[in-house]
C-alpha cells in the first residue's frame, strides 16, 4: 500500500490567500496531494490547500481553488513600491 498523502510545493505558502469558492480569505498552510478515496480498490488522488482562517481554524479546498488575495501581488516581481508611485 502507498502513502496516503505527499506535501507538495506551492508558490502562494505562507502568503495570504483566497478561497475562490467561498471568497474566505486566509494564510497557505500547505498543499498536500491526498488519496482521497474511501475504498482501497481504487485511488483517487487530489491537491488539496490547507487554509487556516482569521479564527485560528483550517480548512481545506482544492488547490485549484487558489489565489493570491487581492491586496497580495500575484508574483513577487510584480511588487511596486507604493513610495514611487
Known amino acids: 500500500m502507498s502513502e496516503q498523502y505527499e506535501y507538495v510545493p506551492h508558490r502562494l505558502l505562507r502568503r495570504r490567500v483566497r478561497d475562490i469558492a467561498s471568497g474566505v480569505e486566509g494564510v497557505l498552510m500547505a498543499v498536500i496531494n491526498e488519496n482521497v478515496s474511501d ?12 487554509i ?20 497580495q501581488p500575484e508574483t513577487a ?3 511596486r513600491d507604493q513610495r514611487s508611485a
Open 39 to 50: 475504498t482501497a480498490a481504487q485511488e483517487r488522488w487530489m491537491e488539496l490547500a490547507y
Open 77 to 79: 516581481s510584480g511588487r
Open 52 to 71: 487556516r482562517g482569521a479564527s485560528g481554524r483550517e480548512f481545506t479546498n482544492a488547490a485549484t481553488n487558489v489565489q493570491p488575495a487581492p491586496d
